[in-house]
């Protein structure tokens, strides 16, 4: 008897189609809307990563060239004059912003602290540029998950209410709503588990720089 009924379940869900493009065409409005938000955010997240690891990737070996530079240079005066007009390495821009105000500085008096201010404010200036996009990856790896859970109780939801209507609990009933709910909990892992992971690590990355700068200019203060 166990058998005939499984027998007729297996014949029941094997004429329905479980790709991933069926489930989303087969969802309703707001799981179809729940999907298609965590793809969005996935793909955001995505393009996020790899321009971080590029530019965390760039900044480090311009960082070494721009400090190995800077210490066989007979002056910061000289070696301010040599810097090019296009320069982006965050440390040669916070070097080039406090040289700048040096150079414009009419009285000498409290100049260590004022130029001690000026690098504190010029780091926290390039830093904030290095952590845009940061937030983003925090709040996908924080929210994609329960986006994905409320697409999957909706989706369950609909399911109960198909049983209901049609008064069948076969699983060609179940099966499609069920599925449709558990791609939406996919999707929000999906998308939420590289963010967290990137997350973490250029977060990393970005405090292990920021210390740079801060070492940086300390040893800059120090031959002022």
């Given at each position: ?12 869900t094997s004429n329905i189609d479980f790709s991933l493009w ?41 960082t070494e060239m721009f400090e190995e530079k800077f210490w ?153």
């Amino acid at each position: 008897m166990e058998a005939d009924i499984t027998s007729q379940a297996v014949g029941l869900t094997s004429n329905i189609d479980f790709s991933l493009w069926s489930l989303f065409k087969r969802a309703d409005f707001v799981v179809k809307s729940v999907i298609l938000m965590l793809i969005v955010c996935s793909v955001y997240s995505w393009a996020i990563m790899i321009e971080k690891f590029k530019l965390f990737k760039k900044i480090n070996i311009e960082t070494e060239m721009f400090e190995e530079k800077f210490w066989k240079s007979k002056s910061a005066e000289t070696f301010y004059n040599s810097l090019p007009a296009d320069l982006e390495n965050p440390m040669g821009l916070l070097f080039k912003e406090s040289m700048q105000t040096l150079l414009k500085a009419k009285s000498k008096s409290n100049l260590n602290e004022r130029m001690s201010s000026m690098l504190e404010v010029n780091i926290e200036k390039q830093m904030a540029k290095l952590d845009k996009g940061f937030t983003f990856l925090a709040t996908v790896g924080s929210t994609a998950p329960f986006i994905g859970l409320f697409g999957t109780v909706w989706g369950i939801m609909n399911s109960f209410q198909s049983i209901a209507i049609s008064r069948n609990t076969s699983l060609a009933i179940v099966a499609p709503g069920i599925a449709e709910a558990l791609f939406a909990t996919a999707l929000g892992l999906l998308a939420a588990i590289p963010a967290v992971v990137a997350y973490n690590k250029f977060n990393n990355d970005s405090k292990k720089y920021s210390q740079k700068l801060e070492n940086f200019s300390k040893r800059f203060l120090s031959i002022i």
